[in-house]
């Protein structure tokens, strides 16, 4: 299954003939409808439609296709409506004017102070009554169809480079991890011979008050007390997993997102730990390399769907 990226944009048109201009006998230019979509991350599935009065009311349709096709997101679909140049300047027909002259009548014989329409209102009522007689249904969710196709190919397509991305990182962050876990047994060994030349100069020291015995045992104690403090073994075989984890959910695909931004979570937990105990200059930059990683990893991730 493909990951796909939360961001993308498409777009598409189409054109209709109104049901007027053959029984009316006349030349109509075609309707345009023009459908964009465009989506960015977001947490949960947020939809936007804007939509001209025409169309408004096929917005539960347009919902429903895309929650059929989108799961995560910031989605907003607009829709431009252009119609045919006639149906918009187009003289009102005899029919039409005399309807509106007897609207206009009875309202003010209720309304005295009503004003009287104006030419561009009359226009504006006639192009609106040849736009109505378009049913622009099946055209719309056609189109709708087509434009959510081309979004969802885009968002593949970006998803594809995302997990390219994610997975160079992770050898990454594998070698790191590599060069890490040698680093903790040095470190022990040469803390613990530094405690056994302090013992030893103890040893040698003419102090009373020091039993050699005392002496040994603390440098001991001391020893194993810095080995557990700097063994970051469990750190290191977390981290492996958490990264076996991310790589399995990148090769399967699908909804992934939420769950690979918590494994980025826990190894952000787990660099920061190995950074706190760390006893030497190397592993201090060990984990500084691995915390630029996975903060550059966050930031693809949270585009996932």
């Known amino acids: 299954m493909p990951v796909y990226s939360m961001t993308g944009f498409a777009s598409a048109q189409c054109s209709a003939v109104g049901p007027d201009s053959e029984s009316e006998g006349k030349d109509s230019t075609p309707g345009r409808l023009g459908l964009e979509v465009r989506s960015v991350n977001s947490r949960y599935l947020d939809l936007t439609f804007r939509l001209p009065e025409e169309l408004r009311a096929f917005e539960p349709a347009l919902r429903d296709l895309v929650n059929a096709r989108i799961k995560r997101g910031k ?5 431009v409506l252009e119609s ?31 004003r009287t329409l104006s030419v561009a209102e009359i226009i504006g009522f006639s192009s609106g009554q ?15 169809e087509q434009t959510l196709a081309a979004l969802c190919s885009a968002r593949e397509r970006e998803g594809a480079r995302l997990a390219v991305m994610l997975l ?33 100069e103890a040893m040698a020291l003419p102090d009373p008050g020091v039993a050699p015995q005392a002496a040994q045992e603390r440098a001991l104690t001391e020893a194993t007390a810095f080995a557990l403090r700097i063994d970051v073994a469990e750190e290191l075989t977390r981290l492996h997993s958490h990264l076996d984890e991310i790589e399995r ?21 787990e660099a920061n730990t190995l950074g706190s105990k760390s006893a030497a200059l190397e592993l201090t930059h060990i984990s500084v390399d691995m915390k ?13 769907e």
Do not use: C, Y
Request: aromatic share 4%; net charge positive.
């Open 84 to 114: 045919g140049s006639q149906a918009t300047l187009a003289e009102p027909d005899t029919r039409l004017l005399q309807r509106l002259g007897a609207l206009q009548e009875r309202i003010k014989a209720w309304l005295p102070e009503v």
């Open 292 to 304: 630029v990683l996975i903060e550059q990893m966050r930031e693809q991730v949270q585009n996932l």
């Open 168 to 200: 160079a990182h992770i050898g990454q962050l594998r070698v790191l991890a590599t060069q890490a876990g040698p680093l903790v047994p040095q470190l022990v060994a040469q803390q613990r011979q530094r405690f056994l030349d302090r013992w030893q």
């Open 130 to 144: 040849r736009v109505a007689r378009h049913d622009w249904r099946e055209d719309l969710l056609a189109l709708a």
């Open 249 to 269: 959910l990148l090769h399967k695909g699908g909804e992934i997102g939420k769950r690979l931004d918590f494994l980025i979570q826990e190894l952000h937990r």
């Open 75 to 79: 989605l907003e679909m607009r829709a």
